[in-house]
């Protein structure tokens, strides 16, 4: 048992803030002096560079990942009467967001080792009033994005990637995010390029599609004053622009310490895992992991956070109830047992701290408190 070690948190801002304090606190000075909040020169910047990263023609900053959705979707007149297919097993807005339109979700189960969407079950839900396929690359592992963008094709409906968790993952060399008609993406500060409050940002390679986001984020408005459309205000700060721009060129870096951490943890957890005790998460060939979590999946998971709990090692569940058994979604007529792989994921997963500041010595205490909790 690793002896200096006695608390683990599931994740520490603090240790990515600190090599990089002087130079994000000179960008929010450069803005202070500027006053210019809202708009301009620093959301312009950043846009310039999300979409090289991303080598994609645009990208539009927002103010959250759930506006990033939301204004996706009305920028494809997503409204009453549409279907939009997507996973039951993610962040509440992936979901929310459709019915927040008047549109209709249609749930569909997970791959039970990716934890996500199953494009065999994409296929079978598509009807005519499908207006928008969303798959969710979660956790920082791509969706099978071929079969998928196939299916989209043949049936003529949009691809909007839920990216929220997957700024940088690679799906057979290309960034997800720039697959699709649309990617979505998170600035909340867990995600692996966090901001300091809510924010996001949306990617396209399509400049009409583009030039309509950027009027919604703004009401609707060209010039001021004169509205083309019905938009809202999903503007993403300068401020907040200011502090992303600062840490996206240690991205890579920081990236590269959680993909260390993941496979520090697989030599680390080899003996659990040859013996069933736990399952590890997989990288499928082709797919560029970012490790927005690090999850695994136990038979007694509520049992053992809490002796993890007790030992002061921070985890996380991520989801405990999948969308077909939520209480708002009721009128979708779902039930227990509808999809089994989502209800096993949501019963039996657990995520372990994974950031890039982790040390060796804090992983060998987790994964030690995990072996004598099991």
């Given at each position: 048992?690793?002896?200096?070690?006695?608390?683990?948190?599931?994740?520490?801002?603090?240790?990515?803030?600190?090599?990089?304090?002087?130079?994000?606190?000179?960008?929010?000075?450069?803005?202070?002096?500027?006053?210019?909040?809202?708009?301009?020169?620093?959301?312009?910047?950043?846009?310039?560079?999300?979409?090289?990263?991303?080598?994609?023609?645009?990208?539009?900053?927002?103010?959250?990942?759930?506006?990033a959705l939301l204004?996706?979707?009305?920028?494809?007149?997503?409204?009453?009467?549409?279907?939009?297919?997507?996973?039951?097993?993610?962040?509440?807005?992936?979901?929310?967001?459709?019915?927040?339109?008047?549109?209709?979700?249609?749930?569909?189960?997970?791959?039970?080792?990716?934890?996500?969407?199953?494009?065999?079950?994409?296929?079978?839900?598509?009807?005519?009033?499908?207006?928008?396929?969303?798959?969710?690359?979660?956790?920082?592992?791509?969706?099978?994005?071929?079969?998928?963008?196939?299916?989209?094709?043949?049936?003529?409906?949009?691809?909007?990637?839920?990216?929220?968790?997957?700024?940088?993952?690679?799906?057979?060399?290309?960034?997800?995010?720039?697959?699709?008609?649309?990617?979505?993406?998170?600035?909340?500060?867990?995600?692996?390029?966090?901001?300091?409050?809510?924010?996001?940002?949306?990617?396209?390679?399509?400049?009409?599609?583009?030039?309509?986001?950027?009027?919604?984020?703004?009401?609707?408005?060209?010039?001021?004053?004169?509205?083309?459309?019905?938009?809202?205000?999903?503007?993403?700060?300068?401020?907040?622009?200011?502090?992303?721009?600062?840490?996206?060129?240690?991205?890579?870096?920081?990236?590269?310490?959680?993909?260390?951490?993941?496979?520090?943890?697989?030599?680390?957890?080899?003996?659990?895992?040859?013996?069933?005790?736990?399952?590890?998460?997989?990288?499928?060939?082709?797919?560029?992991?970012?490790?927005?979590?690090?999850?695994?999946r136990l038979a007694?998971?509520?049992?053992?956070?809490?002796?993890?709990?007790?030992?002061?090692?921070?985890?996380?569940?991520?989801?405990?109830?999948?969308?077909?058994?939520?209480?708002?979604?009721?009128?979708?007529?779902?039930?227990?047992?509808?999809?089994p792989a989502a209800?096993?994921?949501?019963?039996?997963?657990?995520?372990?701290?994974?950031?890039?500041?982790?040390?060796?010595?804090?992983?060998?205490?987790?994964?030690?408190?995990?072996?004598?909790?099991?």
């Amino acid at each position: 048992m690793s002896s200096q070690v006695t608390s683990v948190p599931l994740l520490n801002l603090a240790a990515q803030y600190q090599p990089i304090r002087e130079e994000v606190l000179a960008a929010i000075a450069r803005v202070c002096d500027s006053q210019r909040f809202i708009m301009g020169p620093e959301v312009e910047g950043l846009e310039r560079e999300l979409a090289q990263l991303l080598e994609v023609k645009e990208a539009v900053g927002v103010s959250s990942g759930t506006d990033a959705l939301l204004a996706a979707m009305m920028a494809l007149n997503i409204g009453p009467g549409d279907e939009v297919v997507t996973s039951t097993y993610s962040f509440f807005a992936t979901a929310g967001c459709v019915v927040r339109l008047g549109a209709t979700p249609v749930l569909v189960d997970i791959d039970p080792v990716t934890y996500n969407i199953e494009p065999a079950a994409v296929a079978a839900a598509v009807t005519p009033r499908t207006k928008a396929i969303i798959p969710v690359h979660l956790y920082g592992c791509s969706a099978d994005m071929t079969p998928i963008l196939e299916i989209a094709a043949k049936s003529g409906v949009a691809v909007i990637e839920d990216a929220a968790q997957a700024i940088g993952t690679r799906y057979h060399g290309r960034p997800v995010g720039g697959l699709g008609t649309i990617g979505c993406f998170s600035f909340f500060p867990s995600k692996n390029l966090g901001a300091f409050g809510d924010g996001g940002f949306v990617a396209t390679n399509d400049a009409a599609l583009a030039h309509r986001l950027r009027l919604i984020r703004n009401h609707g408005a060209e010039p001021k004053y004169f509205h083309k459309i019905v938009g809202a205000n999903f503007r993403l700060d300068a401020l907040q622009a200011a502090v992303l721009r600062v840490k996206l060129p240690y991205l890579p870096m920081w990236t590269e310490a959680r993909r260390l951490n993941a496979d520090r943890y697989r030599k680390m957890f080899a003996p659990l895992a040859a013996a069933g005790k736990i399952v590890l998460p997989v990288e499928p060939d082709g797919i560029y992991h970012i490790y927005n979590q690090f999850v695994i999946r136990l038979a007694e998971r509520d049992r053992v956070r809490a002796a993890l709990d007790a030992r002061r090692v921070g985890t996380e569940v991520y989801y405990p109830v999948p969308f077909h058994l939520q209480e708002c979604f009721a009128s979708l007529g779902h039930s227990k047992g509808d999809f089994p792989a989502a209800e096993a994921a949501a019963d039996h997963t657990l995520a372990l701290p994974i950031f890039g500041e982790l040390t060796e010595a804090e992983q060998r205490y987790v994964v030690d408190s995990i072996a004598q909790a099991i």
